[in-house]
């Protein structure tokens, strides 16, 4: 999509916005049929959202709403977990869990460290995919390889075991710059899926905008001045005053998260990485 194209589709107000979105969403269900789709759902503000207009969208289609995945990286917050149960309660969510557990079973804690060669064959290979040559590494879910095993192998398996032939991601194009170029439909090799796109035209001013105008719930960290929540061992707070209170405009929204992965994101969405 070319840069005038995203100007205009970011330009729009927040009720265009809203049914573009829905238009995306109900494309990709008459074309997938939301058996053969999922929905990445992290419980954070960008994918609560996504999850709204799929089910807004599905309500007017007259169709079931897609299954969601959680990937659960090894060290996520408590109040994360309880916004999880909450809505997929609230909104009878078939939500399923995404672990990678022959990682994660191997640490009684983050930091632990761990030996490749007690891994199965499949993460092994993988780690030969990054390159990586040590014996062990630290089980750390944001880390280069880390966030590899934990995140985009733990979502692979599971796209693999589900069939998935779509999954919808709540990326947006403002939020990272590696993510400037993507489109609302794009096709992934590995494995073979459509990824699905759908509030790339959002920003974060929008975000909450919408949140507050529609009384969507979202986690309590929110408000306690987190703007971008990851991992809990690598996810700090910029502020004290409430996300949606900051200058949003003119500071960068993921400065809280660890710098680390934002500086490799290109090379871990080569990967598969959302």
Known sequence: MDQNEMEKLMSMGLEEKIEYSKKIIKKAIEEYGS???????????DSTTMVWHFREACKELGKPMPKCMFIDEGYVFEEIWDMFNKLKDDWNLDARIAKNTDVSDKAEKVGD????????????QEIEVLEFTEEEFPFEPESFVGNHLMKTVAMN??????N???LATAIRWD???ARIEEDYFSERRVPPHMRIQPILHFKERDIWDFMFKYKVPFCELYKQGYRSLGAKGSTTKMS?????????ENTYERAGRGQGKEEIMSKLRDLGYM
């Open 35 to 45: 058996d053969n789709m999922a929905i990445a759902w992290t419980g954070g503000k």
């Open 157 to 162: 398996v599971f796209l693999e075991d589900n």
């Open 240 to 248: 004290d005053i409430p996300a949606w209170e900051q200058d949003l």
């Open 175 to 177: 939020e990272q710059e």
């Open 113 to 124: 460290m761990i030996k490749v060669s007690t891994l199965n064959e499949r993460n092994r």
């Open 164 to 166: 998935v032939k779509a």
